[in-house]
T-cell receptor, first 114, second 115 residues
Framework: DAGVIQSPRHEVTEMGQEVTLRCKPI?????LFWYRQTMMRGLELLIY????????DSGMPEDRFSAKMPNASFSTLKIQPSEPRDSAVYFC????????????FGEGSRLTVL | AQSVTQLDSQVPVFEEAPVELRCNYS??????LFWYVQYPNQGLQLLLK??????LVKGINGFEAEFNKSQTSFHLRKPSVHISDTAEYFC?????????????FGRGTQLTVWP
């Protein structure tokens, strides 16, 4: 299996622009998680899905952030408009129900908002 | 709710020295416990996990951890570290029996191994 695939690996954009991050989970995994990692706040859970349905989005910082999972093999995290404080590494992770708590992470998307 | 405290944000050690990375958790229910490792510019990967049974758990790369229920701890150890062990290490907990599968992570401990 190719593992969790994220794109782009790096994104540099200007404040106010729309940013879309993409994730392909491991085939057969039922859960998909989006995390944000910064030096100041560590690893934060933004939102997670079970069978393509959002379960908990309480970690989404504000309305500028939205996430979708239109099917079992694809998810997006969108920021519109982006701000410099959104600069971080965004990770996608997936998990199978049978794997007690074990998450498989992608390599992350490093976002820089100027 | 669960919470995880990693007591040291940075741990510098010399090569071939032993190391212990400390983790304490708080939970009102039984939990599963995990250690993840993050190498530079990579995602997190599972190092080891405790689900049940023996409280001493062995993982990859010579690491092991011991679950201590009375002290609510899950410290990570390695008897002799290598330069290649330099990475950030995250302790995590999830609620046993929950189908939600959410992991709660600590803030991480940066292990730096010097030659």
């Amino acid at each position: 299996d190719a593992g969790v695939i994220q794109s782009p690996r790096h994104e540099v954009t200007e404040m106010g622009q729309e940013v879309t991050l993409r994730c392909k989970p491991i085939s057969g995994h039922d859960y998909l998680f989006w995390y944000r990692q910064t030096m100041m706040r560590g690893l934060e859970l933004l939102i997670y899905f079970n069978n393509n349905v959002p379960i908990d989005d309480s970690g989404m910082p504000e309305d500028r952030f939205s996430a979708k999972m239109p099917n079992a093999s694809f998810s997006t995290l969108k920021i519109q408009p982006s701000e410099p404080r959104d600069s971080a590494v965004y990770f996608c992770a997936s998990k199978a129900v049978r794997e007690a708590g074990e998450l498989f992470f992608g390599e992350g998307s490093r976002l820089t908002v100027l | 709710a669960q919470s995880v405290t990693q007591l040291d944000s940075q741990v510098p050690v010399f090569e071939e020295a032993p190391v212990e990375l400390r983790c304490n958790y708080s939970s009102s229910v039984s939990v599963y416990l995990f250690w993840y490792v993050q190498y530079p510019n990579q995602g997190l990967q599972l190092l080891l996990k405790y689900l049940s049974g023996s409280t001493l758990v062995k993982g990859i790369n010579g690491f092991e951890a011991e679950f201590n229920k009375s002290q609510t701890s899950f410290h990570l150890r390695k008897p002799s570290v290598h330069i290649s062990d330099t990475a950030e290490y995250f302790c995590a907990v999830s609620e046993k029996g929950s189908t939600l599968g959410r992991l709660y992570f600590g803030r991480g401990t940066q292990l730096t191994v010097w030659p």
